[in-house]
């Protein structure tokens, strides 16, 4: 979809049909004012943030493989359907749409078989855990974008500093866009997956916790057992997550994408810590070759985690007390901003801002991110982060991690999805799952 058409406002909800009434019921949410039938899949933690919006709609379906977690959705929503399975949640026949609160490793699958039962989709970030779920998750939307509205859980998207940013470099502000350097703070020091720590609580259903990943035994140091506190303990083995890149990465990396209007990698190169097959990196450096666009040049985007930190323009600026953010380097300044704020540095001697125009009118608020999504079930089907948008942009921060297990810089086809200067790099581009699991289900 062009940006100009992605970042549209919502318009008024459609108008319904005097028939309307005698439609299937994940059709009857189309009705101005009407509420949602929606799944909470992932009950507590992340999910728990939602509970405030999900109210505003019908939570008629819950799911978690935790009882403690389950009982306290189930006071929340004394009138959903109790699950431990997201596979029979989602054959429920009153959903309308979902929401995706679980592991990283579940989403793809989640969101790939709730749009192929007709149900609108909000999946927590990120998309995908590889390349190949990325892609596969785009691939569904794509077939059905007519007809479905996507959202992906990168709520700070709706501060409206990412417009101002967006308005900034598309405006000129910095020149010609060059370079755009983007990192986050956080750390983590495992070195493999964890041992058999005994049998799990009897309140746990581990094997679907599990679900589609490779099987590993239960140990209590992967869950943080007070509900609602768990990925900083899972996220960064190789089966269960994308550590940083895929976390933090995917708000931070939003931030600029939104802002460069860019298409996946024509080259990827990385570094950091040694490639680890249990863990994912804690130290990295990936940085990634954008092709040129109908406004820009060619860039070069960089993802920086772990300590790793580009230079700061001015000694006056330490960028290190910006755990989160983005450096934009343009021919005629820097733009630097965390999610909330902006500093604008015109570099070299003309430095009279004489060659940019502010804009006149600017976006106005986009309001709640969630919020949009629903008018989007009801209405247009438009959300400023669909699985268009955002399937592209996790696929690309994916192949920052394909390309440090190569220890090599790859180049790549985004038609076909392949890396076409070394065979064997294509083995990091997908994952491999238990029996009984396909992606596309």
Request: proline share 6%; glycine share 8%.
């Amino acid at each position: 979809m062009p940006n100009s058409q992605r970042r549209t406002f919502l318009a008024a909800s459609a108008s319904a049909g005097a028939g309307l009434t005698i439609l299937p019921a994940r059709v009857l949410a189309n009705k101005p004012g009407g509420k949602l039938n929606i799944a909470l899949i992932g009950a507590y933690g992340r999910g728990r943030q939602h509970y405030h919006d999900l109210k505003t709609q019908n939570v008629t379906a819950i799911c978690d493989v935790r009882a403690e977690c389950m009982a306290f959705a189930a006071k929340e929503f004394p009138d959903a359907k109790q699950y431990t399975d997201w596979r029979e949640c989602l054959e429920q026949k009153d959903l309308n749409a979902v929401v995706i609160c679980t592991p990283d490793h579940h989403h793809a699958f989640i969101s790939i078989r709730a749009m192929n039962r007709g149900l609108h989709v909000y999946c927590e970030k990120p998309l995908g855990d590889s390349v190949e779920e990325a892609r596969a998750v785009r691939a569904v939307y794509l077939k059905n974008r007519d007809k479905l509205a996507t959202q992906h859980g990168t709520q700070r998207h709706a501060n409206p500093n990412f417009d101002r940013i967006a308005e900034m470099i598309r405006g000129g502000a910095i020149g010609e866009l060059k370079d755009v350097h983007t990192w986050g703070n956080r750390t983590h020091d495992r070195t493999a997956y964890l041992p058999d720590g005994g049998a799990p609580p009897e309140s746990l259903d581990w094997d679907q916790w599990i679900g589609p990943a490779s099987w590993h035994p239960y140990h209590p140091d992967y869950l943080d057992m007070r509900p609602g506190r768990g990925c900083l303990k899972w996220n960064m083995y190789d089966d269960f997550g994308s550590w940083q890149v895929g976390d933090m990465g995917s708000h931070v990396v939003d931030l600029a994408w939104n802002a460069i209007d860019a298409d996946r990698p024509t080259k990827i190169k990385a570094f950091g810590d040694t490639p680890n097959d249990d863990v994912c990196p804690s130290n990295l450096t990936a940085v990634f070759t954008l092709p040129a666009n109908h406004w820009r040049d060619q860039v070069r985007l960089a993802w920086y985690q772990g300590g790793p930190m580009p230079k700061s323009p001015n000694a006056a600026i330490d960028l290190r007390k910006i755990g989160h953010g983005v450096l934009f380097k343009g021919t005629k300044g820097i733009l630097i901003s965390d999610f909330n704020n902006r500093i604008l540095l015109p570099t070299g001697k003309d430095t009279d801002m004489t060659y940019y125009t502010p804009p006149h009118s600017a976006r106005p608020p986009i309001g709640g991110f969630m919020q949009q999504w629903f008018s989007a079930c009801r209405g247009d089907l438009k959300t400023d982060c669909n699985f268009d948008y955002a399937g592209k942009m996790i696929e690309t921060l994916m192949l920052g991690l394909a390309a440090h297990k190569a220890s090599k810089e790859l180049t790549y086809e985004a038609k076909t999805g392949r890396v076409t200067n070394d065979e064997k790099a294509n083995e990091y581009l997908s994952k491999t799952y238990r029996e009984g699991w396909a992606l596309n289900g």
